[in-house]
């Protein structure tokens, strides 16, 4: 079990650091760079709160606690799940209450969005 959700994890990683990548042509109703900054990277680590499979893209609301402050919700713009699917990437792969680790784009208003390049499970 442990074995195949790292197999998994390595998917989810690899595909969304390419659908990162190359991503602009396929936004064409919005330019990830208007709305994140594509030059900056964070950091996140925290339980899944949500996962929202809908179009155009999928949604993942990340929970985490910075140092001794309240939690922070996190909302993290992903590829479409037609996309995801394609990839080998399911609806069940990331679950509430997981622990993550997640690279992303941080969005240029400052808020607590973003654009996820990478999503690990946390240790």
Do not use: C
């Not at 390595?10 to 650091?17: E, I, S, Y």
């Not at 339980?47 to 909302?75: C, F, Q, S």
């Not at 969005?107 to 390049?117: F, M, V």
């Amino acid at each position: 079990m442990q074995a195949t959700r790292m197999r998994l994890t390595k998917r989810v990683l690899l595909f969304v650091a390419g659908i990162a990548v190359g991503a602009g042509p396929a936004l064409g109703h919005h330019s990830l760079n208007e709305q994140f900054d594509l030059m900056q990277s964070i950091t996140l680590t925290g339980t899944v709160a949500k996962v929202d499979w809908a179009n155009p893209h999928v949604r993942l609301y990340l929970d985490t606690k910075p140092g001794t402050r309240d939690v922070m919700n996190w909302e993290l713009e992903m590829s479409s799940p037609n996309q995801l699917i394609l990839h080998g990437i399911k609806f069940d792969n990331l679950r509430r209450g997981d622990r993550i680790t997640v690279t992303a784009h941080p969005a240029r208003d400052g808020s607590n969005w973003g654009y996820a390049q990478t999503i690990r499970l946390a240790r």
